[in-house]
């Protein structure tokens, strides 16, 4: 157990070493990259367009509804709608993340891996028929 | 360059091995809850409460059942399963079997609706306190009863969270327990905006703690290259790696396992939560989420730091010191009784620490017990205050208690005697406990933290004396709380709290043998 931990060690230590780190360098031409085009289109943007002001410019950017003020009416009730909505959307989003990883592997994950994610998908849509018989997806 | 993950697509990949039969109470409890989440979603609203008891109470018979089938042939030194990611060993059965037998109590605690019409809790969460509809509800004996599902999600995660022998199980396990105790303390059916405020405290607090967690994850996985707990005790035996890593990993781990245990100076949410809290849901807390955290606690410093010990004891000392002082100390001048309760729970979780640090079979053993005993006590005591109550509720203020023997002699007794137990006096559970873990403590050389623990055990039994005081040699105030005749639910929780106390202050042998069965699973 200590010896193969000794020499797990030693491979992670060379690993880590010089020639390992090569393959960060598209990520760092990436970040350099990104933060290039960031810088660009924020200084360029004031410098060359014109400046007329519209209130829909100040509005929140897709973020759906208003955080402050909020509503006086109903005793400052917000819309739940909102955030159901907004919670099956991540909820849909990381069952991608786990289907991805799956898909590509499937072939490798066997039977084992079918009845594996079968068995995931199936407690996930616990959740979502709870939402729908609950009302949760009545757009009104 | 995509050579390595184009290679891997014909090889079949290596499927996990499951011991069924080891994890069968956890998958037990956890599937009955999802099932409760579609009786909710397809019964009609008067069939959920009593389908829903009866499923819950059902579920945690048939997971013990299945726990005392395994227990009796299940190797002696426990084995790892699922790649190494769970632990069933001894501390691990035992703990599970606390905690069912915990939940059972609170389950009983949460479903009476003889003592207050409808239950406690609230029969729309949705509703804002304070406005037309809200008021328009009091009358209504409805309730959430989402309640029963979200209490088998969050026993599941404790079972979880006590065998998870790798830190990243460890974190979800922590956070499947951790959501639904959130929900569940804003559910109160009387002072809403109390126990909505307890609701958003903790779960800010507990998001905090969980990201320290993580950090603490992190940094260990950069020391060792690995978030198994064997493999970070292989790394820190006898290597030249910086340290550094390993202690802020270290500390910010234990920052989130001991908020969790609501150990000082990592407690400040618990008076808020307790008192907000429903209090079906804060015995729950007490005497389970204690159990779940401390378990974890056990296994993180037993088998990833037992060789660092030194290094950390320090640290530990220093918290220990602090919770027990903190909890003493403020419990003094609590006027509220869920709130006095809640700073004992800080000051036992300073006692609990002073055996969790001793690294040794006796330190294990105790600790368990300690945990078994106390759990019980406190989930009674919290059912002795769900009676006591007046116009607007459950009275809390402690002088409201003021003479509470000459209305009801039996319920001042027996709050009488779980107090007696929490303050460790002879014939109480709580006597055995502090014996074992200050003994285990001693014999490991912490002399001085002993007599530090024992100094502030007296000064908390002084807050629970001045309680049995007030109860018996006050004169009643004459617009005084009235005691509620208990149902049957409520009556069997209490009788369950108050005969394991007694039983384990009379007869711990049984209990200690169970507790002293065998170490942590070390193989991975």
């Known amino acids: ?140 | 360059m995509l050579n390595p993950f184009l290679a891997q697509q014909g090889g079949a990949i290596e499927t996990p091995q499951i011991d069924y039969a080891a994890i069968l109470p956890i998958l037990i409890v956890l599937g009955a809850a999802c099932v409760g989440v579609l009786l909710e979603a397809f019964l009609p609203k008067h069939q959920r409460w009593p389908v829903q008891v009866g499923l819950t109470l059902l579920t945690i018979v048939a997971a013990g059942v299945a726990l005392g089938a395994y227990v009796g042939d299940a190797p002696e030194q426990g084995i790892t399963t699922l790649s190494g990611t769970v632990a069933v060993d001894a501390p691990a059965l035992f703990l599970w079997g606390t905690l069912l037998a915990l939940a059972l109590g609170a389950v009983l605690l949460i479903a009476d609706r003889s003592v207050e019409p409808g239950g406690a809790f609230v029969a729309q969460a949705g509703i804002s306190p304070g406005t037309v509809q809200d008021r328009a509800q009091v009358s209504s004996t409805g309730m959430q009863t989402e309640v029963f599902p979200l209490t088998l999600f969050a026993l599941g995660g404790m079972m979880t969270f006590t065998a998870a022998n790798d830190l990243l199980t460890m974190f979800i396990a922590l956070e499947v327990l951790s959501l639904p105790l959130y929900l569940m303390c804003g559910l109160a059916r009387r002072r809403r905006l109390i126990s909505q405020e307890a609701a958003v405290k903790y779960f800010l607090l507990g998001a905090f703690a969980s990201a320290f967690f993580l950090y603490g994850i992190a940094m260990l996985y950069g020391y060792a290259g690995s978030v198994r707990l064997a493999d970070i005790a292989a790394a820190t035996a006898g290597t030249d790696r910086s340290d550094t890593l390993l202690f802020a990993g270290f500390g910010l781990l234990m920052v989130g396992l001991l908020f969790k245990g609501s150990v000082g100076p990592f407690h400040t949410w618990t008076p808020d939560v307790y008192q907000g809290a429903p209090t079906p849901i804060t015995a729950f807390m007490a005497a389970c989420t204690k159990v779940a955290a401390f378990g974890a606690l056990l296994r993180v410093l037993f088998v990833a730091f037992e060789s660092t010990s030194w290094e950390w004891r320090g640290v530990l000392w220093a918290v220990a010191i602090i919770s027990m002082a903190v909890g003493a100390i403020l419990g003094l001048t609590q006027t509220d009784v869920k709130r006095m309760i809640a700073y004992s729970s800080i000051a036992h979780a300073g006692f609990l620490l002073v055996g969790t640090m001793a690294i040794t079979d006796e330190g294990l053993s105790g600790t368990l017990f300690y945990l078994l005993a106390y759990g019980f006590t406190t989930l009674a005591a919290f059912g002795v205050i769900s009676l006591v109550r007046d116009a607007s509720g459950e009275a809390t203020h402690l002088s409201a208690w003021a003479g509470l023997s000459k209305r009801s002699p039996l319920l001042a007794a027996v709050f009488t005697f779980l107090l007696l137990a929490l303050a460790g006096i002879p014939l109480t559970s709580g006597f055995v406990g502090k014996f074992v873990v200050f003994s285990a403590a001693l014999s490991d050389g912490m002399a001085p933290l002993v007599v530090i623990a024992l100094v502030f055990s007296a000064v908390a039994a002084f807050f629970y004396l001045r309680v049995v005081v007030l109860m018996y040699f006050s004169e009643p105030a004459p617009e005084g709380p009235t005691v509620s005749v208990p149902g049957a639910f409520t009556t069997a929780a209490i009788t369950l709290g108050v005969v394991v106390t007694l039983l384990l202050g009379v007869l711990p042998a049984f209990a200690l043998d169970w507790a002293g069965a065998g170490g942590f699973a070390l193989s991975s």
């Open chain 1, 1 to 140: 157990m200590l010896l193969s931990q000794a020499t797990g060690g030693a491979a992670l230590a060379q690993e880590g070493a010089g020639p390992g780190l090569d393959m960060y360098l598209p990520l760092v031409i990436l970040f350099a990259l990104a933060l290039g085009f960031a810088l660009f289109s924020v200084l360029l943007g004031p410098l060359v367009g014109p400046s007329r002001f519209n209130k829909a410019k100040l509005s929140a950017y897709e973020c759906g509804i208003e955080p402050s003020p909020q509503p006086v009416v109903g005793g400052g009730r917000m819309p739940v709608a909102y955030y159901v909505t907004a919670m099956l959307f991540i909820l849909f989003d990381i069952e991608m993340v786990f289907l991805f990883p799956y898909a590509v592997s499937a072939d490798a994950l066997g039977l084992w891996g079918v009845a594996a994610i079968t068995l995931f998908i199936a407690t996930f849509f616990i959740a979502d028929i709870y939402v729908w018989r609950r009302g949760g997806l009545d757009w009104n």
